[in-house]
Structures are given as C-alpha cells and as structure tokens.
C-alpha cells in the first residue's frame, strides 16, 4: 500500500500536522514507458511554505487541497517498463511526501555510485545549487570582499559562505543560537558568525564588518536585512532566494527603508533556481562533486525518520529548529 500525505486545509501562520492527512491506496503499477518508484529521503525546503495556499507565487503552481504535498526526493527504481531506468537504480526526483510514485523519467536525475544519496537533496542538489548560481553568478565575490549570510548553517547559506571561502572573501554568518555559530566557524571555516538571538544585532553585525558589507545573501529577510541595509558598501550586490522570516505572515509585515539600495547603487537581484537547471547544473554538480571529494566543503543533516514527521520538520524548518540541511528518510537504502 501506498501512504499519500496530502494538504487537508491552507494553514494561516505556521503549518502543523493538522493541515495534512495520512491516506493510503494501492501501490500503482507502472505503465509502458514508467518506472515504480520507492521513496528513500524526501527534502523539506522554505519554498514548500509558499506553495501552501490557493494563490502561490508564480514560479510554481500551489498544492491543491487533497493533494501530495510537493517535495523533491531520493527513490529507488522498484519496477521499470522505461528503457532509460532499470530496477534497483537510485534516482533524484519529485515524488512530493508519499511512499511510492509513478513516473514517465522526464523528471528523473540518475545517481549512480553515490557515497550519500541525501546529499542529492541538499549540498549536491537545489539547495547547494541556489547557493552557487546565487553566489557566484550573482554575487560575483572577489578576493578580500565581505560577504553575509543569514541562516548560516542551513542547506543553502551553509554553502553560500563555504563557497565565498573558496573564492578568497571574508564571510560572516547569522544564525540562531550559539551551537550553530560554533559550527559555522570551526566546522565550515567562516571568519565570524552572530547569534541572531542576542541583543542589538545592528551593533554587533557592524562590529563584525568594519569595512562594510560587500555581498549580502538574502534568504531571511526581517531584522537581518534591517541590520545589513545600512553597511552596504557602494556597489554591493544582493542576490536574493527567499526570505523565510516572513513565510508565515497573514499581513505584510514593515519593512526597512530601501532607498539604501538607490543611494549606494545596490544591485539586488531575485532569483528562482529552476531557470538555471538547462545551462548551470552540469557545471555545478562538477564542481561541488569534486569539492565534496576533496573536502574542500563540508555538509550537515538534519535527518527525521518516518514520513509521518515531514509535517512537523517542516514546522520546525520554518522556525529556525534545523541544524543543517532538513531531510525525512522514509526507508533505507
């Protein structure tokens, strides 16, 4: 039998357990041309909040109520009638929050050997390629710039100042609380990192960045980007992937003053990764691929086990609870 989590209702404020609902049905039997596919991790991301309402943002249609809950994910090829797939191969898809999937291969990535197949949902995958295409694409750091990232330690910022560190910047971090702060600095090799917890963050981001802040990595938004707005240097650069702080609001919340970003001549450019795919991700799995290898970048999970708790780490994504990149295992390998 196949469990399906499908979306019971639009959540106002943050998602719980109770905006979704166990179902289960019979296990699909592919078709010529399909492959079975069984889920091994699925992916919990920031932009799954914004699919849950009747309107989405655009990029992305939203799910609709009774609907699989979307969501990348790490399968095994159970049973194939697709010549480009056999049985037992893992593969990178999007069968959203369920235990079995139908798929035509259209939307598959083949894995081969992989050390750790989550890894293909986090640093090896959207998440560490937002950080790349952003950051390297975008942001354009040069040697001795100063860049910031917020949510320093999770599956895209984490990147973000590991790659700055490799083109030679200076990197301070934001996070929350003062284990992640340890991590970003002793693990990942950031040069600093504040607890965005502690009081007057403004001061102590200033502190941090005595010769003003060239690159800004924007993925929080809310009193961060408040703090960061006034030590942009002239010219700096913003790309800009999400801004998670304010993903559960009913309202608009009020924002800083951005006429910051006239007087300095700021370039702030939003960006949604999946217009990248066709002309980056070969270059960017080449890459990351051997910086992995060499250890040269450094990956974290945060692994949940039973599809049951997808719901509650995405809640818990939401509010800053993660400790890396959030990845549910459904089954082994």
């Not at 809640?315 to 295992?329: E, P, S």
Request: glycine share 12%; proline share 7%.
């Amino acid at each position: 039998m196949n469990r399906r989590l499908t979306l019971a209702a639009y959540p106002q404020g943050l998602p719980g357990p109770e905006h979704f609902e166990i179902n289960t049905q019979p296990t699909p039997e592919p078709a010529d041309g399909q492959v079975l596919l069984r889920t091994l991790y699925l992916s919990v991301d920031p932009y799954q909040r914004n699919l849950m309402a009747p309107v989405g943002p655009g990029y992305a249609p939203p799910v609709p109520l009774g609907g699989v809950m979307v969501g990348g994910t790490v399968s095994r090829v159970v049973a194939s009638r697709h010549a480009g797939f056999k049985e037992g191969e893992l593969v990178l898809g999007h069968a959203g929050w369920q235990d079995y999937a139908l798929s035509d291969g259209s939307d598959l990535l083949a894995l081969g050997n992989v050390k750790q197949a989550s890894h293909a949902l986090g640093g090896l995958g959207m998440p560490g390629f937002t950080a790349y295409v952003g950051l390297l694409d975008i942001g354009q750091p040069k040697p001795g710039e100063t860049v910031v990232v917020a949510a320093a330690t999770g599956a895209v910022g984490s990147v973000v100042g590991q790659l700055a560190k490799l083109k030679g910047a200076r990197v301070v971090g934001i996070a929350s609380g003062a284990d992640k702060c340890r991590h970003a600095v002793e693990v990942l090799g950031f040069d600093a990192c504040l607890d965005r917890r502690e009081p007057d963050l403004a001061g102590r981001l200033s502190a941090a960045c005595p010769q003003g802040i060239d690159i800004y990595f924007e993925n929080v938004g809310g009193e961060v980007l408040a703090a960061v707005l006034p030590l942009l240097n002239v010219n700096a650069r913003m790309p800009v992937c999400g801004f998670i702080s304010h993903y559960n609001e009913a309202a608009p919340a009020a924002g800083p003053d951005l006429a910051t970003l006239l007087a300095k001549r700021v370039r702030v450019q939003g960006f949604i990764i999946l217009d990248h795919y066709g002309e980056r991700f070969d270059a960017f799995r080449r890459d990351m691929g051997a910086w992995l290898a060499e250890g040269r970048i450094t990956l974290r999970e945060d692994i949940v086990d039973g599809l049951e708790q997808a719901p509650a780490a995405l809640a818990r994504l939401l509010q800053g609870g993660n400790f890396g990149k959030t990845v549910v295992r459904v089954a082994e390998e």
